[in-house]
Every structure is written in structure tokens, then in C-alpha cells.
T-cell receptor
Framework: DAGVTQSPTHLIKTRGQQVTLRCSPI?????VSWYQQVLGQGPQFIFQ???????GRGNFPDRFSARQFPNYSSELNVNALLLGDSALYLC????????????FGAGSRLTVL | GEDVEQSLFLSVREGDSSVINCTYT??????LYWYKQEPGAGLQLLTY?????DMKQDQRLTVLLNKKDKHLSLRIADTQTGDSAIYFC???????????FGSGTKLNVKP
């Protein structure tokens, strides 16, 4: 079985641009979470979605948004990019919103110039 | 409940035991986790422990939990060069599936 897949793996943007990151969860997993990992730090929670509904939001500005599709895949959008948005964006899936095991993808590395 | 602290570096020789420590601040955490991250990769779940347990062993890995001191440790027996990575502890507050991670401990295993 495929694990959590994310695309693109790497991308470079300039300040003020917008970016969309994509995630496909493990088959059968209905919950997707997004984390931001800045270099040298641990991941920080951004969003959790379950059955297309937002179940949790971390301390991130409104420039960050996400959605989940009927097939449980998800997109993370970041508008008006800042240099500080440069990070590894990790997607994780779990069976349901109450499950306690998150399986992470390899991440999308975003560089903002 | 958002302050999960770890020491930054640990260096051991191959074959020795490694002990990675973590402190957390919220006794409401129901589950505590250890993840491993190799260069350029995502996070790999190593093990987790429920808050009503004191210890959990899984092959070379032993997790110890001291709830009174809010201290979590991960012991790796017979450490191998392939264990070189960054290790993160994380807590899931109130079982909300919202994880708080420490900054990670970089383990260097010397041959």
C-alpha cells in the first residue's frame, strides 16, 4: 500500500506569491493534518480535516487555508508568501479524527525568495 | 501544554545504549510519542505510550514515562549507525489529535 504522498516535493516561490500543496492520505484514512517544520525546529500544527470538515486549526494567520476533498485528499494553500513561510510542510493521515497514530508523508519543501 | 523540551544533541558509540530525554508541561496529555526523522525525509513513528503506563518496550526501544515529573525518555539498545537521525517527542493534548512536538534531539552514532 502507498503511504502518504505529497506533491510537489520541492518548490521555490517569491514573496507575495501563492502556493498550493497537495496530499493524498493512506487508503482508508479519513483524516488529514498539516504541519509546518521550519529548519531546526519541530513540526507545528496548522490544520486538521476529517470528512471534509475542519476539526482543528493552529496558530497560523488567515493566509493559510486548506480543504479536503470527497476522496479524502487535501490541499494546503498559502497566500501572500513571506520569507518566513520557507519550511517543510508535512501532511499526516490517520484513520479518523480521534485516532492517535499519525502517519506522515515525506513533505513539500517550500523556499520563498 | 505547548512546551515540549528536548536536549539538542547526543553522541554515542556504535553498540552503546542511547537515552533521549523529553519534558512536557501538560499532565492532561493522553498519548506521548517518539518520531524519527532522517535527512530529507518525513517523520517515522517509532513508538508511543499511553499516559497511564510507566514503561513500554518494543524490541530495541524502551520508553519510560514519569508523569509526576512530566518526563519521557527513549532508550535505544545496541545503537547502530543507522539510528543516526533526529528524534522528536510529541504529546497529543486531550486526545484531540493535535500534536505538539519538541525541537528534536540529533543523535550521532560513531562507528
Amino acid at each position: 500500500d502507498a503511504g502518504v504522498t505529497q506533491s510537489p516535493t520541492h518548490l521555490i516561490k517569491t514573496r507575495g506569491q501563492q502556493v498550493t500543496l497537495r496530499c493524498s492520505p493512506i487508503s482508508g484514512h479519513k483524516s488529514v493534518s498539516w504541519y509546518q517544520q521550519v529548519l531546526g525546529q519541530g513540526p507545528q500544527f496548522i490544520f486538521q480535516y476529517y470528512e471534509k470538515e475542519e476539526r482543528g486549526r493552529g496558530n497560523f494567520p488567515d493566509r493559510f487555508s486548506a480543504r479536503q476533498f470527497p476522496n479524502y485528499s487535501s490541499e494546503l494553500n498559502v497566500n501572500a508568501l513571506l520569507l518566513g513561510d520557507s519550511a517543510l510542510y508535512l501532511c499526516a493521515s490517520s484513520v479518523d479524527s480521534g485516532a492517535n497514530v499519525l502517519t506522515f508523508g515525506a513533505g513539500s519543501r517550500l523556499t520563498v525568495l | 501544554g505547548e512546551d515540549v523540551e528536548q536536549s539538542l544533541f547526543l553522541s554515542v558509540r556504535e553498540g552503546d545504549s542511547s537515552v533521549i530525554n523529553c519534558t512536557y508541561t501538560d499532565s492532561s496529555s493522553t498519548y506521548l510519542y517518539w518520531y524519527k526523522q532522517e535527512p530529507g525525509a518525513g517523520l517515522q513513528l517509532l513508538t508511543y505510550i499511553f499516559s497511564n503506563m510507566d514503561m513500554k518496550q518494543d524490541q530495541r526501544l524502551t520508553v519510560l514515562l514519569n508523569k509526576k515529573d512530566k518526563h519521557l525518555s527513549l532508550r535505544i539498545a545496541d545503537t547502530q549507525t543507522g539510528d543516526s537521525a533526529i528524534y522528536f517527542c510529541a504529546e497529543d493534548l486531550y486526545n484531540f489529535n493535535k500534536f505538539y512536538f519538541g525541537s528534536g534531539t540529533k543523535l550521532n552514532v560513531k562507528p
